[in-house]
């Protein structure tokens, strides 16, 4: 069943308006058509960071974590209502917009509007590099690559050596099918955190593709003793070898993956082939 149509949808279009202005509290309106005209003319205006009183931004802040918190297990609808009574407080609470956006994005609330929070919480908060990779993952799903990588730059600027922004460049870059350019900030994230397991797998996948097998196996390997239970990398592993060629390896690859998994759990892998 879909959420229910909230309110707060018009309340947070205000909020966007209200950072420009953050004296002036938001005023509620019941109207989708004009939460959409509102959200959309937002991502035009200049924010202003700060807030209403120290006790609205220390409230506003704790909200903020509850958000995260119910999102993180799942309550959506908690963590949305959470944000937006932040963004009552503080409409200039950069991390206020972002939670908002991934718990709005998740129920399936207007593109527009969600954007707007999205696009203001990177624009309140330049210097901070995870409110712009928050960004810059959004755009990732929206299919955008060319704005993944301006915000993923900018969380570069604010820290350089980010291992996780390191790791979404390439991402963004091996998709767009510059496999040598991804393979080196793969390289330059393992540089920073050897054991990062998105880059490891980036790093396999560049790696192939760009033709250095050696590489792309000490990734895969790297990755199976980083998680020695999960057989999901060492199938990885044997297809690789095999579109390699190298087919005795994979066959014996295959025994020592046939000998960790539970009976029943092979039998199931068998019928999927």
Known sequence: MAAPRLPMLATLAAVLVACATPAAPPSPRHHLGAVLGDSAAATTLEPAAGGRSESDRSQAQALVDAAAERRTHGDFFGAETAAAEALRLDPGLAAGHA????????????????????????????????????????????????????????????????????????????????????????????????????????????????????????????????????????????????????????????RLLDAKEPKDARKLRKLRR
Do not use: C
Not at 114 to 122: I, R
Not at 154 to 168: C, I, Q, S, V, Y
């Open 99 to 254: 939670e908002w956006a991934l718990a709005a994005e998740a129920l399936g609330r207007p593109v527009e509007l969600v954007a707007a929070h999205y696009s203001l919480g990177a624009r309140l908060a330049p210097d901070d590099a995870r409110a712009q990779l928050v960004e810059a993952a959004w755009h990732v799903r929206s299919g955008d690559g060319g704005r993944a990588l301006e915000a993923i730059d900018r969380a570069l600027r604010a820290e350089p050596k980010n291992a996780e922004a390191l790791t979404r460049k390439g991402d963004v870059v091996l998709s767009q099918g510059a496999a040598a350019a991804a393979l080196s900030y793969y390289q330059a994230a393992l540089a920073l955190e050897p054991n990062r397991v998105p880059a490891l797998v980036g790093m396999a996948d560049a790696a192939e593709r760009a033709g250095d097998l050696a590489a792309a196996e000490a990734a895969l390997r790297a990755l199976i003793g980083e998680l020695p239970e999960a057989t999901l990398y060492r199938s990885r592993l044997i297809a690789f070898l095999r579109r390699s060629g190298q087919v005795a390896r994979a066959d014996a690859e295959q």
